[in-house]
C-alpha cells in the first residue's frame, strides 16, 4: 500500500504541499511552497517501493539526469529525493497556458505563431535528445508557456533514458496520448527520438488546423489510424516549406522523417519570415487561478514507476536536503550534436504470435502490465481477463467464429472503459495491439479466414 500524501506534508524539511493539482497513473502533482527560498513550485510525488533498492536508485539516477538538462525550452528540476515512502521530485511552476488550452480557445493559432511554438519545442527536444533522452509522450498538453512566453517541455514522467541499462517500463508497454501518439509506439514497439519527431509533426498539425490529423469518436480509432491511414493533406494556408516538412514529421516509416530535432527547429527557423522573427508572439491572458498555476513539470523522471511502485520505503529512505543548485548558464551550443539517437538500431523483437493461443497470451499479459502501470482500473482488468477466458473457451468450440465475436465484443468494451475513465489511452494502445493480432489469426465473423502468416 502507497504511502498517503495530503495537504500541509512537508517533504524535505522545506517544501510544503498546498493543494493538488493533478493527479495520473504516475502520481500526482502538487503546488509547493519551498520554505527556505520562499518561492512557488511544483512538486510531483509517488509512492516508492519498499523492496527494490534498485528501483529507487534508478529514480534518482534519472532525475538527476533530467535536472542536467539546462535548456530554456525545457522545465527546470530544482531538486529530488524520496522520503517516508514517498518519491519526489521539485520542479519549476509555470503560469502557462499549455498549447492545449490555446487550441481550446483560438483554433487553429496564427502561422507564425504555429511555427515559433512548433520551432520551441523542437528545441527542447534536441536538447533532451542530445543528453539520451527520449520523452514520448510530446502533446499540447506537455507544452506550456511560463510568464515571459517561453515555451517549456514538461512531464517527462514516461520519457527513456536511452544509456540507462534498465528501464522501469517493461518491454512492449505502450504510453503516450492517442492523438499524437507515434506508429511504433500504438504498436508497442521501443520508441526512439524519431518517435519524438512524429509527435511533434502531430502537434505542429494541430496547431495549423486546430486539431490532430486523426481523429475519431474513440481513441481506439484514433489508433489505428495512426498505424495504417495516409497523413492527411497538410492544412489550408501552409506554405510548400512547412507542408513537405510536416509530410515527414507524419512519415509512418521512422527512418522517412527528418534526421533529428535540431534538423526540425533549422528548417522551421528558415521558413519563418525575418518580419515574423521579431514580432513577439501575443500573451494571452488567463482566464483564473486553475489556468494560471497550470503545472510546468507533471513529473519529471517518474519514467513509468507510478503504477510499478506501489509499497512504501521502510522507516525513511534517501532524501534530498540540500537547497537546489543554482542553474548554469552553459550555452545550449556546448553540448556535442550527435546523430547517434537517429540512427537506425538492429533490434531483436520477440517474434509476433503465430496461432490463436498465444496472441490470447500476449493480451493477457497487456492486461496485467496496464494494470500494474495505473492504466487500467481493477474492476475493469477482472471484468477483461473474464472477458478472454470466454474467448479462450470459444476457441474450442465447434465454430471458431464464436471467438471472433467475442472478440470484437471485447474490442467495443474497451471504448466503454476509456468514456467511463477506468482505461487510459496508453493502456488502450498497448491492449488493442493485442487483441488485433488475435483477430487477425481468427476467423472473420462475417465469412473468411484468419491470418495465419
Not at 486523426?214 to 489550408?236: N, R
Not at 508572439?281 to 488567463?286: D, E, H, K, Q, V
Request: charged share 20%.
Amino acid at each position: 500500500m502507497g504511502a498517503v500524501v495530503e495537504s500541509g506534508r512537508i517533504l524535505a524539511g522545506r517544501y510544503r504541499l498546498l493543494a493538488r493539482l493533478g493527479s495520473g497513473g504516475f502520481g500526482e502533482v502538487w503546488r509547493a511552497e519551498d520554505t527556505v527560498l520562499g518561492r512557488m513550485v511544483a512538486v510531483k510525488t509517488l509512492a516508492v517501493a519498499a523492496d527494490d533498492d534498485a528501483v529507487v536508485r534508478r529514480f534518482v539516477r534519472e532525475a538527476r539526469a533530467l535536472a542536467r538538462l539546462d535548456h530554456p525550452n525545457v522545465v527546470a528540476v530544482y531538486d529530488t529525493g524520496t522520503e517516508d515512502g514517498v518519491g519526489y521530485v521539485v520542479m519549476q511552476l509555470l503560469a502557462g497556458p499549455s498549447l492545449a488550452a490555446l487550441l481550446a480557445e483560438q483554433r487553429p493559432l496564427p502561422l507564425a505563431d504555429a511555427v515559433e511554438y512548433a520551432g520551441q519545442a523542437a528545441a527542447g527536444l534536441a536538447a533532451a535528445h542530445d543528453a539520451g533522452i527520449v520523452h514520448r509522450d510530446v502533446s499540447p498538453a506537455n507544452l506550456i508557456l511560463d510568464g515571459a512566453g517561453t515555451l517549456k517541455l514538461v512531464d517527462f514522467g514516461v520519457a527513456r533514458i536511452e544509456d540507462a541499462s534498465t528501464e522501469l517500463t517493461a518491454t512492449g508497454t505502450v504510453f503516450a496520448t492517442a492523438g499524437y501518439v507515434s506508429p511504433e509506439q500504438a504498436e508497442g514497439r521501443p520508441a526512439d527520438a524519431r518517435s519524438d519527431l512524429y509527435s511533434l509533426g502531430c502537434v505542429l498539425y494541430a496547431l495549423l488546423a486546430g486539431r490532430p490529423p486523426f481523429t475519431a469518436e474513440h481513441p481506439i480509432g484514433v489508433i489505428q489510424q495512426h498505424l495504417s491511414s495516409p497523413s492527411p493533406a497538410p492544412p489550408a494556408g501552409a506554405p510548400p516549406q512547412l507542408a513537405e516538412l510536416l509530410a515527414g514529421l507524419l512519415a509512418k516509416d521512422p527512418r522517412e522523417r527528418p534526421s533529428s530535432a535540431a534538423e526540425v527547429r533549422q528548417r522551421l527557423d528558415e521558413i519563418r519570415s525575418p518580419a515574423d522573427a521579431t514580432v513577439p508572439l501575443a500573451r494571452i491572458r488567463t482566464r483564473g487561478p486553475n489556468t494560471r498555476l497550470l503545472i510546468a513539470a507533471l513529473g519529471l523522471v517518474l519514467l513509468a514507476v507510478g503504477g510499478v511502485l506501489a509499497a512504501t520505503l521502510p522507516g525513511g529512505g534517501a532524501r534530498s536536503t540540500a537547497p537546489p543548485s543554482p542553474r548554469t548558464t552553459t550555452p545550449a551550443t556546448t553540448v556535442p550534436t550527435s546523430t547517434a539517437h537517429t540512427t537506425t538500431k538492429a533490434v531483436i523483437r520477440p517474434p509476433a504470435p503465430q496461432t490463436p493461443e498465444q496472441a490470447l497470451a500476449a493480451a493477457r499479459s497487456a492486461l496485467t502490465a496496464a494494470q500494474a502501470l495505473g492504466q487500467l482500473d481493477s474492476s475493469a482488468a477482472a471484468d477483461l481477463a473474464h472477458r478472454l477466458d470466454d474467448v479462450a473457451k470459444a476457441l474450442g468450440d465447434p465454430n471458431p467464429k464464436d471467438a471472433a465475436h467475442k472478440v470484437g465484443d471485447l474490442q467495443h468494451r474497451l471504448d466503454d472503459l476509456v468514456r467511463g475513465g477506468q482505461l487510459t489511452s496508453a493502456g488502450l494502445a498497448a491492449i488493442v495491439s493485442r487483441l488485433n493480432r488475435l483477430a487477425a489469426l481468427l476467423p472473420s465473423p462475417h465469412g473468411g479466414g484468419g491470418d495465419q502468416g
